[in-house]
């Protein structure tokens, strides 16, 4: 990959489209270019094979079956149509739905929206290490849960949530279990039967695939789940997703999906001995701590708090480092990250974090050049307060 003078530690907001993700997305934007709905002639049932290997080489490495995944646009629309879906096809069952404070803007703002529709929904606390207590979820379970909803790792922290423990409770009780994989793919094993999950989302541009497309695996047995669709139109995707299927993005993610599971042992081995090496020059003579558990984390993740400083300052001091102070998808916001205050950091604590998510393609010249321009400034600032 060509390098540029930025060096970019943003990683899980987006990655870079894999040279060999592009040239098989290529063709169908050109030569194989028909509908993949179009089965009245050849070049339509063509697109429609290449949609079926695409959906059976995803479910592979998922370890699911291929008629259990649907393609939408990514994570934000798979979180929708997860939570809301249930919601409304659920209804005769309950209106409890159960979520976490450090959860995903996507899951927290569908949840903030069902319950102006009058369904009842709690969310729980999480500890300083941004884990929750089992003890907390028990006692909120009631006979009209119908949907708890956990994140595998978090987007900010990198922290890994217990979700199969959760999924067993929730099981227990009747209730149905949503899990958001977003950051999972390349980062740490994602096999669905393990996480417990009955519906689970990820998205392809957090995995070098390209943006605009993302799947949601529904389980169709043991039990069955169903949902109410949000979108209606031609019937698509099981009548769950209608519209023209992009095409190039379903194979540009089919093909990611693998080569994240062909490169995983490698690239964690490079993201996990690269933080460590940030980490210890960074917050070295205590400049700095990491926010949430060190030891159940994603390798290529850390949050981490710079008392006494804005990071705003920081970052403005360094605008050939590509670095983010919370979720990209709440960054346009004025308040302190929801994740970090949820986990009892100060605002002032929360305002002073900077989140690092490395990837593929960060070199050690990199990590080192940064964590030194990042240690000049943070005791350039400290010195002016």
């Known amino acids: 990959m060509q390098k540029t003078s930025t060096i970019y530690l943003d990683y899980n907001a987006s990655t870079p489209v894999d040279p060999a993700v592009v040239?098989?997305?290529l063709p169908y934007f050109t030569t194989n270019f028909a509908n993949a709905a179009s089965n009245s002639h050849f070049p339509g049932?063509?697109?429609r094979d290449t949609v079926t290997a695409a959906r059976t080489e995803m479910a592979e490495n998922l370890d699911c079956e291929p008629g259990e995944l649907i393609f939408t646009s990514g994570a934000t629309e798979s979180i929708n149509l997860a939570i809301k879906g249930v919601a409304e096809m659920y209804a005769s069952k309950g209106n409890h739905i159960i979520t976490w404070a450090t959860?995903?803007?996507?899951?927290?703002?569908s949840c903030k929206s069902l319950s102006k529709k009058g369904l009842e929904i709690t969310i729980l606390p999480v500890d300083r290490e941004g884990k929750p207590e089992m003890a907390e979820l028990e006692k909120a379970i009631r006979p009209s849960t119908i949907l708890i909803c956990m994140m595998l790792a978090n987007n900010e922290t990198g922290v890994i949530m217990p979700v199969a423990e959760v999924a067993a409770l929730a099981h227990q009780s009747g209730a149905i279990f949503f899990c958001d994989a977003t950051q999972a793919p390349g980062k740490m094993r994602l096999q669905i039967p393990e996480t417990g999950a009955d519906l689970l989302c990820i998205s392809a541009h957090k995995f070098y695939g390209p943006k605009g497309i993302g799947a949601l695996y529904i389980k169709r047995k043991h039990p069955r789940v169903y949902l109410s669709p949000l979108i209606d139109g031609g019937g698509h995707e099981n009548g769950l997703r209608s519209g023209t299927l992009?095409?190039?993005?379903?194979?540009?993610?089919?093909?990611?999906?693998t080569l994240a599971n062909e490169r995983y042992w490698d690239d964690t081995t490079n993201y996990s001995r690269l933080r460590t090496l940030l980490e210890q020059i960074v917050t070295y003579d205590e400049l700095g701590f990491v926010n949430g558990s060190l030891k159940d984390r994603l390798p290529n993740t850390s949050n981490i708090c710079f008392q006494g400083i804005?990071?705003?300052?920081?970052?403005?001091?360094?605008?050939?480092?590509?670095?983010?102070t919370g979720s990209a998808c709440s960054s346009a916001l004025p308040e302190p990250s929801h994740?970090?205050?949820?986990?009892g950091l100060t605002e002032n604590e929360a305002y002073a974090s900077v989140r690092f998510s490395l990837g593929r393609y960060t070199t050690e010249a990199e990590i080192m050049e940064a964590a030194m321009a990042l240690r000049e400034n943070i005791l350039r600032l400290k010195s002016e307060v």
């Open 339 to 343: 994740v970090l205050t949820a986990m």
């Open 246 to 257: 992009n095409v190039p993005g379903i194979i540009g993610m089919s093909k990611a999906l």
């Open 23 to 25: 040239e098989a997305m």
């Open 310 to 324: 804005k990071a705003a300052s920081l970052l403005s001091a360094l605008p050939n480092l590509a670095l983010a």
């Open 103 to 109: 959860e995903h803007k996507a899951v927290l703002d």
């Open 45 to 47: 049932k063509i697109i």
